[in-house]
């Protein structure tokens, strides 16, 4: 009885503000000035008992329906808005999904659960509107917030198959073998992207080869081509298969081994004094005292002009920079032409 007349009660309440508002006659526009007040949800299962019994049985429900909550953040009304004047009044003055933009949706969704604020989803690629895009995707194209699903996180289908009904060219890159081959039992998407942010490329948990070795050990993913020689070289064959470095290294893989970016941008030749004063050995990896000669044979560093730098300049630079930094352009050997008297060779020093 107890429970039936809390129900009851509410209902009366709002029948007789219906039977007021709809007695203003000419002066409603006073009714509809006043602001919609929260009904609560049992209100709500009056009319919508069925989906409201299902909605109820969600584990997302159980934490809307905690009655510490305020009103706007409890139950039906958290995502609908208040439904006084939905119940009373005007039937259609309550927010319909079907009539909200992606953003409003997401908004809505966002407006609780923090851990994927406003500003990760925006600037990961599912929230980012950029020209050319087909479109973003709202929460509830994956999330099912009314039924019961067998999945997880209320996911409607199993992650590969929510993905790939956007992410289709996966598949023929997978064929390539320029993605990792998905679905039961093959590992899912889920399994190494985060649908919502991430910091690293394509929405990726960590880095690629990170990822990797989760399930795999070095030597069974290492490709038979990767020789110590190979190393060498490989900078030529990257421009070659560029595609198939990524799938590994991901797009900032050879920045952040080599410490530079890689490939060098456009630009890069008439700014790379910086990055050669702060790591020359990087730059000696691949280029030699020839290939520097092609623009600098004639046109040695300022600090080479001093008046003292043969007697003393030089062994300061060699000691500010590094010896790396000297053999960009001089050999070892070069060295020792002048300090071979002193008994040691300065290049073993």
């Keep these: 009885m107890t429970k039936i007349r809390d129900c009851f009660l509410p209902t009366v309440a709002l029948v007789l503000a219906g039977a007021w508002g709809m007695s203003l006659g000419p002066d409603r526009k006073a009714y509809q000035r006043l602001q919609p007040r929260y009904v609560g949800s049992a209100v709500c299962f009056e ?39 939905h119940v009373t009044f005007r039937r259609k003055n309550i927010v319909s999904w079907s009539d909200l933009s992606t953003e409003q949706k997401n908004d809505l969704c966002l407006q609780c659960h923090q851990r994927v604020t406003r500003d990760d989803w925006s600037r990961s690629p599912h ?26 996180s209320l996911l409607k289908n199993r992650t590969d198959r929510l993905c790939l009904s956007c992410h289709q060219e996966v598949l023929s890159l997978a064929r390539k073998g320029l993605h990792h081959p ?45 020789t110590p020689a190979f190393v060498k070289d490989h900078g030529k064959k990257y421009g070659e298969s560029e595609e198939t470095c990524r799938t590994c290294h991901g797009r900032t893989g050879c ?27 990087t730059c000696s990896r691949c280029h030699d005292q020839t290939f520097c000669n092609k623009c600098h044979s004639e046109l040695p560093p300022e600090s080479h002009d001093e008046a003292d730098y043969p007697s003393r300049g030089h062994g300061q630079e060699r000691q500010r920079r590094s010896l790396s930094y000297c053999l960009l352009c001089h050999q070892q050997t070069y060295c020792d032409d002048c300090h071979r008297s002193r008994g040691v060779p300065l290049s073993v020093r």
């Design 255 to 281: 920045q952040d081994c080599h410490g530079i970016p890689m490939p060098h941008p456009k630009g890069f030749a008439t700014r790379h004094s910086k990055d050669v004063l702060e790591r020359p050995e």
């Design 47 to 85: 009319c919508h008992g069925e989906v409201a019994r299902e909605w109820a049985l969600l584990s997302h429900s159980s934490l809307l329906l905690d009655q510490k909550l305020p009103p706007e953040r409890f139950g039906c009304e958290a995502c609908h808005g208040p439904g006084g004047w």
């Design 127 to 152: 929230g980012q509107r950029k020209k050319g895009k087909v479109r973003s995707p709202a929460c509830i194209d994956c999330h099912e917030v009314h039924l019961r699903v067998p999945y997880r």
């Design 182 to 226: 998905i679905g039961n039992p093959l590992p899912r998407c889920g399994a190494c992207h985060d649908a919502h942010h991430s910091p690293y490329e394509a929405l990726l948990k960590e880095k690629p080869m990170t990822l990797c070795y989760r399930c795999h050990e070095g030597d069974q993913i290492k490709p038979k081509d990767h």
